[in-house]
Nanobody
Framework: QVQLVESGGGLVQAGGSLRLSCTAS????????RGWFRQAPGKEREFVAA????????YYGDSVKGRFTISRDDAKNTLYLHVNSLKPEDTAVYYC?????????????????WGQGTQVTVSS
């Protein structure tokens, strides 16, 4: 079983940047497609970004395109989310997840493993 641990969240002013990290407990992380989701209070979990396990395709939610970038470092078993030009509406708990699928990576149900989340709060 893959255990995922997110870090890098915090309080930041609007327009600021953060780098979120997700580190896996084992080396097979590179064999999974990986994604980032977020959930704000009272809202459903929202797709943010994903990268397939081949590493050739990345996907982004419409609300973050052009501002967020997903990347990975397989040597460190780590997935990253670079978040720039933050807005107050980006405030949420951000989760990383791992999937054996190559398709429908925008769908939470495709993911088998989830981290515990890291809070991002953007002040106006």
């Amino acid at each position: 079983q893959v255990q995922l641990v997110e870090s890098g969240g915090g309080l930041v002013q609007a327009g600021g940047s953060l780098r979120l990290s997700c580190t896996a407990s084992e080396g097979t992380f590179s064999r999974y497609s990986r994604g980032w989701f977020r959930q704000a209070p009272g809202k459903e979990r929202e797709f943010v970004a994903a990268i397939d396990w081949i590493g050739s395709n990345t996907y982004y939610g419409d609300s973050v395109k052009g501002r967020f970038t997903i990347s990975r470092d397989d040597a460190k078993n780590t997935l990253y989310l670079h978040v720039n030009s933050l807005k107050p509406e980006d405030t949420a708990v951000y989760y990383c997840a791992a999937s054996a699928s190559l398709v429908e990576l925008t769908t939470p149900a495709r993911y088998y493993y989830w981290g515990q989340g890291t809070q991002v709060t953007v002040s106006s």
